[in-house]
């Protein structure tokens, strides 16, 4: 089986798609922001949360229905900065995964993946990284809202978060587009093999 990429290529390819891999399972995962409610474990994604209150009708009260899920509409997140996080840091982790996946067909197909190509799916990776730290960056701004307030003990504010805590996720979602930004693109530039020159 002939490959297109260089040894350096092989990494380049490897470490592509872990960070693919990091930055999608945080995004998905709803473990960005963690707090309590009612004497429960309540946490956030950017589009999914676990733990959140409905009126029970038989006792007349509220209570915490303990399971995770996304919200019922792109409305219902309780953000218009978490609206725009979900977006643009998808973009990046898609961008990142079809590098990613890219590069590690180059591993198996012939002539794949060239210098020059190497190099544009860098620039990918980088703008990739770039959306998702924008959107890592963006996230602290929705923790004024209500839902969010209301699992740190009223005291979360922009950049404040009150008695919650970041949770795995948001660290792995950056750490995926951090080492796609710095290490994947360097590495990106002495991926490809040299296309042959032919006569004809």
């Known amino acids: 089986m002939a490959s297109s990429l260089t040894c350096t290529g092989v990494i380049w390819a490897l470490v592509s798609l872990l960070s693919a891999a990091a930055s999608c399972v945080g995004f998905f995962m709803p473990y960005w922001l963690l707090g309590s409610q009612m004497d429960k474990a309540v946490s956030f994604g950017t589009f999914r949360r676990c733990s959140y209150p409905v009126r029970d009708e038989e006792r007349q009260a509220t209570v915490m229905l303990e399971q995770c899920g996304r919200y019922a509409s792109f409305q219902g997140i309780p953000s218009v900065e978490w609206r725009i996080c979900t977006v643009i840091t ?111």
């Open 90 to 200: 998808g973009v990046g982790c898609g961008l990142l995964l079809l590098v990613g996946l890219t590069a590690l067909m180059g591993c198996c197909i012939s002539e794949l993946i060239s210098r020059s190509i190497g190099r544009a799916a860098g620039g990918i990776q980088f703008l990739g990284g770039l959306l998702i730290g924008s959107g890592c960056a963006l996230y602290p701004l929705g923790w004024d809202s209500e839902e969010v307030r209301q699992t740190c003990n009223n005291s979360s504010d922009q950049f404040e978060l009150g008695s919650c805590q970041i949770g795995w996720a948001y660290y792995c979602t950056g750490a995926g587009a951090a080492s796609a930004m710095l290490l994947c693109t360097w590495l990106a530039c002495f991926a490809g093999k040299k296309q042959k020159q032919y006569p004809y």
